[in-house]
């Protein structure tokens, strides 16, 4: 596994949520523009929030102030944070999904809505966040995380379109349980208990 | 502006940036969705290549140093700046000779030219900084700034100004902060200017050259043109028939004859037939449906999911909907899956006046689970009155798939085919009131002699094995639009 190809399946495994997310909200809350921009700003407050959490390294996780990538590598990335991340987010959606089947159309649950949609964005920002140091340039981060993106989003769309609202509950979970082990393996190799195939140049536990 | 540190000058520009990504988001693939008369697919390809715009942008990021990346700002800027109006003259004039060139170029600019240059901005200036902590600092003001334009999107929609002017004086800031000149300055005042004043006429003219040679609609007025936060919503005079027409995303919504015929026969007929206590019309539209229900009625609900196009039909539609002689209504501006699965009320006839399935939200209101929470809120002898969006037949695809959901749900039901081309509807209901001879005297009645109707063992046959819209199958909506986008795009046939 590259880090091109961890931020690429992110990518698409953000693509997928977020659509999953959207279509879940249309059908069981409302298609009025009050889903759509609930999740809209949620998703990015969360990424937002994301980005500024504790990183999640071996330093009990305090806020760094480092403006270069290099000392942030020479902590180990410890895995069991990234995996609990990614747990609350996917436990987020599904518990959006279990509210809305169980109170569908309810407003008044739209604060929690925006909470449980905030948990999975923040999950987004914090990938940023972790991941930069692994690669030479940001853009090629965002580059490859977007084009997962777009993947993801035409594959959310496809698969409700072609499996209605199973793939509302099917999709997420089975992407998201695939991801586990890339982020135990991504762990590894940022921190050097294993060689990186492939990308010689990589910024990976130099 | 020069005193101003460099860190909060890249803070500012990926503010600005995130606040022209998010209103580009909103109303330019609103446009070009428009501009490709928005259908389920051209939404779905449009947002696709802005998001591949994206790539574009985070791909080319290295390339530029400062001035090169100040020139492109100066280039975009100049392009932007004509922006919605000089897209909709040219594709215009691309579709009068060839269709297909119209839409590749459309994709092309939304790939290339729309999101591109905002999404370079970010991965430029982490890199510029070093990385470490400037990444969460400055996409997290890029992200802000989505925020603010996504709110100011969703706010300033009912101004037809507003969200272009939001763009273009974001746009100005960000090439003002990355070439904070005075001539620039001055330029960029300029261009402003130019555009508030032209903004009307270019509005205007632009909205005529696309409606003209890409729609063919002859001697086109516009009377309004909104960006909703549904849909690009058009009210236009037609300067031959002095009709007022609604357009939705491009596609005709309200306007023809033989749809004023069938509005008529939706609604007034289960209403004169059943003269029900309380009725609810899903779909406002022109507002005719509501004329026609209301002097047979006790009360009226309206559900339309979108005010602008409410709005539109109280100014220039009145002469057709004659609010001011009608008293016996309310209106609730909410998505109708919502209103019936949160209201109490029981209603003798429910008429659904919305469009053909071409998106999966319009699918969504033709499925066997909206017309299942239908019926839970009609009265034991209440109707459900829906259009099948075309005329019913053995061949015809539309009809067949809304009828299957209906008949799924209903235990009695008539399918009725009027003598108007392409139209056609179903009254449906747990025990329906009213028999085929009394449908048969009211079409009469209504001027139209050669009405067919089917019971529902008849409707049952002509259906098949046809698969109804359901939760569990959302695919009709995307074939349907797909085939037209061939036809409208591809093979240029006029569907």
Known sequence: MTRTIYALAFGLYFGVIQTAYFFGLEILLTAAYTSFITATLAWISGVIAGLFLPDGRGDGGRMTNLTVAKP???RPLMAWPLVAWHIAGLLAYYGAMVLLSSFPYDFSLLPAYWILIMISGAQAGHFFRINQPYFPTAAQLFLMENNGFIIGWISGFGGFVALGVKSLLITPAALGLTLIPMILLHARYATGQVAEPEETDSTYAS | MSAMKPVNHHTAILFLAGICLMLLQFFMIREISAILRGTEVVIL????????????????????????LRLLALVFWMLHITLPF??????????????????????????????SFYSLLLPWFIDREGGGTSLARLYGAELAGAMAGAVGAMTLGAYPMAQPLLYQVSLAGVLLLLWPKKRMGVAVALGLAVYCLAFQSLERGSLVAHYVKGIHFQQAEPLLSVNSPY????????????????????????GSTSLEHFNTF????????????????????????????????GHVDVVEIDGAVVEGSRRFLADINRLDTISNWSLTIQDAKYYLGSTDKRYDLIVVDVPAPLSIQLGLLHSVEFYTLAKSR?????????????????????????????????????LVAPDIPGRSFALAGRSLPFGREDIERASVELGHKNTIIYDKAEAELMVGDTEPISL??????????????????ITGETP
């Open chain 1, 72 to 74: 942030l590598i020479a």
């Open chain 2, 45 to 68: 390809l449009v947002t696709i290549s802005y998001f591949t715009g994206y790539s574009v942008g985070y791909a080319l990021s290295g390339s530029f140093s400062l001035a090169g």
């Open chain 2, 86 to 115: 000089s897209l909709r003259y040219f594709s215009a004039m691309l579709h009068e000779r060839s269709p297909g060139w119209s839409f590749a170029f459309i994709i092309f600019f939304a790939m290339f030219l729309l999101s």
């Open chain 2, 231 to 254: 849909q690009k919503v058009d009210f236009l005079r037609s300067g031959l028939t002095g009709k007022t027409y609604i357009f939705l995303d491009g596609n005709m919504n309200f």
């Open chain 2, 266 to 297: 939706l609604s007034r007929l289960p209403a004169g037939l059943i003269r029900p206590e309380n009725a609810l019309v899903i779909g406002a539209g022109s507002l005719q449906s509501l004329r026609n229900v209301a002097p047979h009625t």
């Open chain 2, 378 to 414: 009609l009265t034991p002898k209440g109707v459900l009155s829906v259009s099948l969006s075309g005329s019913f037949g053995k061949t015809a695809t539309t009809p067949k798939t809304v009828a299957a959901a209906a008949l799924a749900v209903f235990e009695e039901a008539f």
């Open chain 2, 472 to 489: 569990d199958h959302l695919s009709y909506p995307v074939k349907r639009s797909f085939s037209l986008f061939i036809k409208r795009h």
